[in-house]
């Protein structure tokens, strides 16, 4: 599934969930496990402890608050049968929280509402994959089906569908689905060239015939129209680099364990303004954030400078917890490149 992983967005649709991805970043740089709670001569150790000991009692207080928060939404839905978007929304909710099986029922009922919805059914689909551990039920794949049908170029039910294929050694039917995802990227974007890797490799493995990475004749003219709005918008806002993790902290991963890339705002809220998702398997990890990406009406572009973040989850729980890693950048403008981030703390670490 790590196609999947480096291609889909990981969307938000409560704000409750989004400020978990950031959680207090501030602790990134209070753990003594990276030597940068201290000053360059040793002094204000007590003093840096005593502030992360207060950070976290206020993230403890947070993520509680979160918690509670989507329980509350889960009560209002019981009440509320009809209400498609509050079941969206406590389904994405769910998936975001890594809370899997209580996501799937919120699915189901959400896409009895919304039958049409092939966004919808994707996210369905990949989310009873995830309680299969990672994957594909019949079940899953029949939603694909439904999703495909309802928009052939759906970018997750496409990725989704292309992973199948490539797992049952329909090389052909793999590249058929992921050049669709490639056709409607732009062509200096990072993730068309993973996706372009991914259609090689998959040809490698068929022995089938390379085509022209470049050539577009799959796509309509209006995917065309939607590649140039969207390579316009990245330009305008979009911050690029790489993730990579401390060799010292190799040993605390595993190649499943989850990656979170987000960028926020350097002055004012913590709301993470563009998020996706990859595995400490695509490490080290070439990274595009852009508007495209945007979570809430804030997009990137909006912000003057940007902190971007990485955090390994073991559990692969949006929230924070004690044993992640995490690194970030110092602030950049919006349109940044070569961003270097290095995963080099320990979340929680004294």
Not at 297 to 317: E, Y
Request: net charge neutral.
């Amino acid at each position: 599934m790590r196609l999947v992983a480096s291609l889909i967005v990981l969307v938000l649709v409560v704000a409750i969930a989004g400020y978990a991805f950031t959680g207090s970043p501030s602790l990134a740089g209070l753990g003594p496990s990276n030597n940068t709670s201290v000053t360059a001569n040793g002094a204000a150790n007590g003093a840096a402890n005593e502030a992360a000991n207060e950070a976290d009692k206020g993230r403890e207080i947070g993520l509680q608050q979160i918690a509670a928060m989507v329980d509350k939404l889960a009560l209002r839905m019981k009440s509320r049968p009809d209400d498609t978007e509050g079941w969206t929304m406590l389904a994405r909710s769910y998936a975001v929280l890594g809370r899997y099986p209580e996501a799937v029922p919120a699915y189901r009922h959400a896409t009895t509402l919304e039958p049409n919805n092939a966004a919808l059914l994707a996210d369905y689909a990949d989310a009873l994959a995830a309680t299969n551990d990672g994957h594909v039920t019949p079940e899953s794949s029949a939603l694909l089906d439904r999703a495909l049908a309802i928009d052939p170029h759906q970018p997750k039910a496409l990725a989704l569908a292309g992973t199948i294929a490539f797992e049952g050694g329909d090389y052909a039917g793999a590249v058929a689905q992921w050049q669709k995802i490639a056709d409607a990227l732009p062509s200096d974007s990072e993730f068309r060239q993973q996706v372009q890797a991914n259609i090689d490799e998959a040809r490698r493995r068929g022995h089938l015939s390379a085509g022209n990475p470049s050539s577009k004749s799959g796509a309509s003219s209006d995917a065309s129209n939607d590649s140039s709005s969207r390579a316009a918008t990245s330009q305008v806002g979009s911050v690029s680099g790489t993730v990579t993790l401390a060799p010292g902290l190799a040993s605390r991963a595993s190649p499943f364990d989850t990656v979170f890339v987000f960028a926020r705002a350097a002055v004012g809220g913590r709301m993470p303004l563009a998020v996706f998702r990859a595995t400490v398997a695509d490490l080290p990890l070439a990274f595009k954030l852009d508007d495209s990406m945007a979570m809430t009406a804030m997009k990137l572009s909006d912000a003057k400078q940007v902190i971007v973040g990485a955090r390994i989850s073991r559990s692969g729980n949006a929230l924070p917890q004690s044993g992640d890693l995490s690194g970030e950048s110092g602030a950049v403008a919006p349109g940044a490149s070569g961003v270097s981030i290095t995963i080099t703390s320990v979340v929680g670490a004294r």
